[in-house]
T-cell receptor
Framework: RKEVEQDPGPFNVPEGATVAFNCTYSNSASQSFFWYRQDCRKEPKLLMSVYSSGNEDGRFTAQLNRASQYISLLIRDSKLSDSATYLCVVEEGYGQNFVFGPGTRLSVLP | ETGVTQTPRHLVMGMTNKKSLKCEQHLGHNAMYWYKQSAKKPLELMFVYNFKEQTENNSVPSRFSPECPNSSHLFLHLHTLQPEDSALYLC????????????FGPGTRLTVL
């Protein structure tokens, strides 16, 4: 069983669309949660940390459901520049282990 | 100077070669990480250093040997690698293991012949 699973994608959406990505994790002791984006042939870049109460940064909203071991990322009003692979990351054991999901690819089309 | 730099950016080596990858961070962070990203696979954490002390080794073969001489520098020494070790090797840093939002370097793309 994979430790961190994500929607397989790819997601192809028109500009302006709202798109949601889901992520589930298997380790109930996980402590911290993040969303990263990775452009083709580039390094991952931190998009946002995910807090228990949910958090929003402009067009991006992240939510955490510890009971269901589920994390989501919502992107509103998609831009062409949002095209990338979105990586869900779960940290286990107080900085001892970071587990990356396989990523979900998003293409925003004109 | 960008936050996390890695050299070389590309490396081709034979199975009997010895080479080293270098990572340097200019963010004043205290934790540094090595990751491996193979095609079609998620990033895999290899090693973690916190305040120059290795705190995690994720069952990495001994042909990969990390070194952290100070909080700003991290090396990955490579010796007798296998073709399946060909991958993108990414370095990251964070404030420390508790404040663990990580910032990545551009990676070294390694090809083992």
């Amino acid at each position: 069983r994979k430790e961190v699973e994500q929607d397989p994608g790819p997601f192809n959406v028109p500009e302006g669309a709202t798109v949601a990505f889901n992520c589930t994790y298997s380790n109930s002791a996980s402590q911290s949660f993040f969303w990263y984006r990775q452009d083709c042939r580039k390094e991952p870049k931190l998009l946002m940390s995910v807090y228990s109460s949910g958090n929003e940064d402009g067009r991006f909203t992240a939510q955490l459901n510890r009971a269901s071991q589920y994390i989501s990322l919502l992107i509103r009003d998609s831009k062409l520049s949002d095209s990338a692979t979105y990586l869900c990351v779960v940290e286990e054991g107080y900085g001892q282990n970071f587990v990356f999901g396989p990523g979900t690819r998003l293409s925003v089309l004109p | 100077e960008t936050g996390v730099t890695q050299t070389p950016r590309h490396l081709v080596m034979g199975m009997t070669n010895k080479k080293s990858l270098k990572c340097e961070q200019h963010l004043g962070h205290n934790a540094m990480y090595w990751y491996k990203q193979s095609a079609k696979k998620p990033l895999e954490l290899m090693f973690v250093y916190n305040f120059k002390e290795q705190t995690e080794n994720n069952s990495v073969p001994s042909r990969f040997s990390p070194e952290c001489p100070n909080s700003s520098h991290l090396f990955l020494h490579l010796h007798t690698l296998q073709p399946e070790d060909s991958a993108l090797y990414l370095c990251a840093s964070s404030q420390d293991q508790q404040n663990n939002e990580q910032f990545f370097g551009p990676g070294t793309r390694l090809t083992v012949l």
